[in-house]
Each structure stands twice: as structure tokens, then as C-alpha cells.
């Protein structure tokens, strides 16, 4: 359930909105409770059939073009597996792991968006890519991200000087579009020759922070940070994809038999800056319409037979030699070139 607060769900300020309107679970943990919920409710239900330690790596299609199923490699034993189905809906989430910094789990490497194109979809709004403003590096090297909620309690951004760098520069200071405070940092931080600029909760009531944000209160402290009164180290990091497989309003890509949902798609409703949380919202309103379209046509729909193969049949394993040194190419490549600040000479490079 979501958080209350006297009766009421607890609503909360967040970048580019201009009042409380986002719900919240645990505090800060919305994300993981969502995912905690769902996570349940598949393992009940007798009818929905989970394969663990399966990676997805290609679309198959018929002699149409149509979507037939998928090939799979158990990641445990490197077995190549091919599943036939009438309908496949891509929900592989975006590109961030693509950047040198990114706020996204391991998983999020782009493939559902590559396999897509490669079936013959069509993509669109690729170079829509936003920036979180406030990410922290745990001692452990990887990235957190603080909420922009933080903000909307209240919280500032500060450059070196501890000057509040927002001030004049949108109506909603700390509290702009993400692409308009994280453009303002990267000035910041360029100007001041650092890697980061400072956020600052220290006049917030610790009991206020310690019942919003215990997440984020236990990681710092696990880092040797004090939220409740040292200045927090952050800078933006990759962390949500406007654009993707392009779908209609019940999720269909250009493919047929073929559905996109989350952050693998591009439904337009975005325009080319995601409001902050409306992305779990897309995700609950799209899920529903795709599984209605599906329920509504599944009866009408044979079963079709991948183009040269025949069923059991296996997909020949690509060569991955020297991928990691690619992989960190690429990441540092996309990050100077085609990050935040971008120019037509870096795009071409990268």
C-alpha cells in the first residue's frame, strides 16, 4: 500500500511538477515495493510459468515479419533454447547501462530495444535520453540515487562555495525539469573543476528525513555519511530513455505480434522530458491496455513457425570476444559524446 498521512495518501513534490501529487511506499522505496508486489502476486498465481537464469537474446519472425517467439540461452549451462508464441511483450527496460554513470540496474543494456530492430520494428525518439541530478557513490563504487523528494521536502544544491547555484535560474529553483538542473550542474561543476556538487539537507527536521527517506538515511551511513548533517556529494547520472520501440495506445509495435511496454517503448506520452515518477504510472496504464488488447485478439491468433527454422531448433551463439573493453569504450564514449551537453563533432565521433 501506498504511504498515508492522516487518512490521506502522503503526496510529494518532485521535479517539474508544480504541486504534491506523487504517491510513495516505504518512505523512499516505492520502486522496490512496486517491484516487491508484482513479484508476489506471479509467484501465486499457478498460471504464469517463470524461467530463472534465462537471458532473451533474439526476436524470431515468420515468413511475414510476424512475431513467432523468442530464443533464450539458460545463462547457468549456456543451453540455447527456442520458445514459439502467438504474442511477445518486450519489457526489458532502457539503455543506461550504456553510459559510464547511470542510476539503472546491470539489466538495463539496451537488448529488448536492439532485438526489436532487428525483428524489423520501428524505433524512435532514441536521443531522448535524461539525466537524474542527484546520484551518490556509495564506498562500494556504485550508484544511488537520491530522490528528487529530498528537494521537494525542502532540500538545496550547492556548488563548492556552497552557494545555492539554482536560485534564478527557473522559477522552481532545485526544483526544475530534471534536463534544466542537471544542464546547470554540469556548468557548475565544469566552472568549479569538480566531479560532483553538493546536496544539502542539514536544516530539514531529522525526524522528517528519517521517516521520508530511511533508504537513503541507512545507505550514506553505510558510506560514512551523516545525512542529518554533512553536505551529500551527488552529480546526474543516465537514467531514464524517452524513446524506444515505438508503440500505439495498446502497446503495439510496428511488428505484428510484437508488444513494447515500460521503458522499452516510446508511447509519446513523454513529449521529450519525462515528468519525475510518471514512468511507474506509464508502465501500470500500459500494462493493463496491452493485456486487454492481448485478451481480446489471443483467440483469433495461429500459431506461426520461425522463417528457415523448425521447432526445437537453436540460435548460433555470437562472437563475444572482447566485449568488456568494447563495453567500457562505448560507456565512455556515449557519456562525453552524446550525454547531456551534446554537439554535432561528439555525435559523430561517438
Not at 543451453?79 to 527496460?93: F, P, Q, S
Not at 513529449?271 to 491496455?289: D, I, K, M
Amino acid at each position: 500500500t501506498f504511504d498515508m498521512k492522516q487518512g490521506k495518501l502522503s503526496l510529494a513534490t518532485e521535479g517539474g511538477h508544480s504541486r504534491a501529487r506523487v504517491v510513495h511506499a516505504g518512505g523512499d522505496a516505492t520502486g522496490a515495493e512496486v517491484e516487491r508486489s508484482l513479484v508476489r502476486s506471479v509467484r501465486k498465481n499457478q498460471r504464469v510459468t517463470v524461467h530463472e537464469r534465462t537471458l532473451v537474446v533474439d526476436i524470431l519472425t515468420d515468413r511475414d515479419g510476424s512475431c513467432c517467439g523468442v530464443a533464450t540461452m539458460d545463462t547457468s549451462t549456456g543451453e540455447l533454447r527456442i520458445y514459439l508464441a502467438k504474442v511477445v511483450v518486450l519489457a526489458t527496460g532502457g539503455v543506461g547501462q550504456m553510459y559510464q554513470f547511470t542510476s539503472n540496474p546491470s539489466v538495463c543494456t539496451g537488448d529488448g530495444i536492439a532485438m526489436a530492430y532487428r525483428a524489423g520494428a520501428i524505433i524512435s525518439d532514441m536521443e531522448f535520453v535524461q539525466f537524474h541530478p542527484t546520484v551518490f557513490q556509495t564506498k562500494r563504487g556504485e550508484s544511488f540515487l537520491i530522490t528528487e523528494a529530498v528537494r521537494g521536502e525542502g532540500a538545496f544544491l550547492r556548488d563548492k562555495k556552497g552557494d545555492r547555484f539554482m536560485l534564478g535560474k527557473h522559477p522552481l529553483a532545485e526544483l526544475g525539469p530534471r534536463d534544466v538542473v542537471v544542464r546547470e550542474i554540469v556548468e557548475v561543476m565544469e566552472r568549479d573543476g569538480t566531479d560532483h556538487i553538493y546536496l544539502d539537507a542539514r536544516h530539514i527536521a531529522r525526524n522528517v528525513l528519517e521517516e521520508r527517506f530511511p533508504t537513503i538515511v541507512a545507505t550514506l551511513q553505510e558510506s560514512g555519511v551523516d545525512f542529518f548533517t554533512e553536505l551529500i556529494q551527488v552529480s546526474p547520472a543516465a537514467h531514464y530513455l524517452i524513446g524506444g520501440v515505438k508503440t500505439n495506445l495498446d502497446g503495439e509495435t510496428s511488428v505484428s505480434g510484437l508488444y513494447a511496454c515500460g521503458e522499452t517503448a516510446c508511447t509519446g506520452v513523454h513529449g521529450a522530458n519525462r515528468l519525475a515518477s510518471n514512468s511507474l504510472l506509464e508502465g501500470l496504464v500500459f500494462a493493463r491496455r496491452i493485456a486487454q488488447s492481448i485478451k481480446d485478439s489471443l483467440s483469433r491468433l495461429k500459431p506461426k513457425m520461425p522463417q528457415g527454422s523448425s521447432e526445437g531448433s537453436s540460435p548460433s551463439p555470437g562472437d563475444i570476444s572482447g566485449i568488456e573493453s568494447k563495453k567500457n569504450e562505448l560507456e565512455q564514449a556515449m557519456m562525453k559524446k552524446a550525454g547531456i551537453v551534446r554537439d554535432c563533432e561528439g555525435l559523430e565521433e561517438a
